[in-house]
């Protein structure tokens, strides 16, 4: 057997793990390739071939001109300019990377300000939703859940994978072999609320899907998760370093269509999202868990994610269309970049507000008027009231209580919508509470000195603050 003979290449335009492990693949295509190592680090790839068999750089680049790599035998590219850079000590500014910046900003301006004046027609206050309801209204329920608030977090989640996935699949010719990761993401999303929607109804009263901290918690990893993908879109450098991804001889066997993982991966990611605490979903599932019966819990998530599956169908449309432009892909990561930035600020700062900690929030929150301590009922419990209408909770009585006497609030659900429907005060409730059309009464115990916030689930209901002396 001969020996085999070793050449380095340089590669213009690696900019992800996934880089290393698509022209790996490509180059292991080429005959006499017997390995390759890619490096994002060094931007190269060492071959190792037989023979004479070594890859022309030619007909490399030819194939790979469809993904923007570029191959030669001296590092002489020249990289893109970034738009901010430290030159003999001092911040420059790049105008034309700027100028695309600002633009990207613009649309994505107004892409939020049509979120945002979606979310004020509160038309989820036309969806009634109880025990008693039609299999249809649930479907009714995730199709709003879809274009809501909720979108921050599922649909904010799914604009930062599509880039990733379109760098694995840049080199299928075909539309639909570069759709499949979206389809399986939709798909393991519906079967898995089907299933796990069916295994709640089954479990009954025994499962807790309420816990504060630890969906808290769930949503903040996520959103750094999306944080570190939104940068990597906009093309901010350093936050390449953070190499989001297993280590290399696992993406090799990820990255191959032929094995489980490869295949299946973003049907596993869709398939976690029936964890992630959206109030809607929230609400499905807990009619799903007092349902009792398998089938019913099943429909009725069932139900639920396909009402979802059109407006995040609609995302997943946007990313294949852009990105298999060209001259658009760019633009597109940049303004979806940007979009996925503003979800991970929106989602983080709710979820400081449910763990009753300081957030952008407070900076909106007028000063409550001093009305004293609130009052007694007939068996000396003290009493704070609120009403629950539209997105808002509105205090009825004085905020503060006094440490260490039992203690009830008294909430008045008028109409409620979205993930306000589940109340939060983190340190002065144990866990999410649900609330039930009409009055709801929730013991507050013996509560500590300390001032608490009062919202929803998702922490997007402006807080109330509870003072506790």
């Known amino acids: ?36 190592d890619a490096s994002l680090k060094g931007a190269k790839v060492t071959v190792h071939y037989s023979g004479d068999k070594k890859p022309s750089l030619q007909r490399l680049n030819k194939e790979f001109a469809g993904s923007g790599y570029v191959f030669s035998e001296q590092k002489s590219f020249s990289k893109r300019q970034s738009l901010i850079s430290i030159k003999n000590g001092k911040l420059v500014l790049d105008k034309a990377s700027f100028y695309g910046f600002s633009r990207a900003i613009l649309l994505a301006a107004i892409i939020l300000a049509a979120f945002f004046i979606f979310e004020s027609l509160h038309i989820g206050q036309f969806v009634s939703i109880d025990a008693s309801s039609s299999l249809p209204a649930f479907f009714v329920l995730g199709l709003v859940a879809g274009i809501s608030s909720c979108a921050a977090l599922i649909g904010g989640l799914l604009l930062s994978m599509t880039k990733q996935w379109h760098e694995i699949y840049a080199q299928a010719d075909a539309r639909t072999e570069r759709s499949k990761p979206h389809i399986m993401f939709h798909l393991g999303r519906i079967v898995s609320f089907a299933l796990l929607g069916g295994l709640l109804g089954l479990a009954g009263e025994t499962i807790s899907l309420s816990n504060t901290v630890v969906f808290s918690l769930l949503t903040i990893l996520v959103s750094l998760v999306m944080l570190i993908l939104a940068l990597q879109m906009i093309g901010v450098e350093w936050a390449h370093k953070f190499r989001l991804t297993t280590p290399k001889f696992l993406s090799r066997f990820v990255a191959d269509e032929t094995n489980f993982q490869g295949r299946y991966m973003p049907a ?8 992630l605490p959206c109030g809607f979903t929230l609400t499905a599932q807990t009619i799903a868990l007092a349902s009792g019966s398998f089938l019913q819990g099943s429909l009725i998530m069932l139900f639920f994610a396909l009402g979802t599956f059109i407006p995040l169908m609609g995302i997943s449309l946007g990313g294949l269309i852009f990105n298999s432009k060209k001259s658009l892909s760019h633009k597109f990561n940049l303004v979806a970049g940007i979009l996925v930035l503003f979800f991970v600020v929106y989602n983080i700062n709710g ?3 449910v763990l009753g900690l300081p957030s952008l929030s407070d900076l909106m929150t007028t000063s409550q008027q001093d009305q004293g301590v609130a009052g007694n009922d007939e068996d000396g419990v003290q009493i704070i009231s609120i009403t629950a209408q539209g997105f808002e909770y509105t205090p009825t009585s004085s905020l503060t209580i ?29 866990d999410f509470v649900a609330l039930k059309k009409g009055i709801n009464e929730i013991d507050l115990g013996l509560p ?22």
């Open 448 to 469: 500590a000195k300390g001032s608490y916030k009062l919202t929803c689930s998702m922490g997007m209901v402006k807080p109330l603050t509870i003072n506790v002396i």
């Open 268 to 275: 596993v990611i869709g398939a976690l999202t029936f964890i």
């Open 402 to 430: 006094k440490a260490g006497l039992p203690a009830k609030l008294i909430v008045d659900n008028q109409g409620i919508q979205g993930c306000g429907a589940f109340i939060a005060a983190n340190g002065l409730i144990d």
């Open 351 to 353: 979820q400081l507000n």
């Open 1 to 36: 057997m001969s020996k085999l003979k070793e050449c380095v290449l340089y590669v213009d335009g690696m900019h992800c793990a996934a880089c290393e492990v698509l022209i790996e693949k490509k180059l292991l295509e080429q005959s006499g390739v017997e390995s390759v």
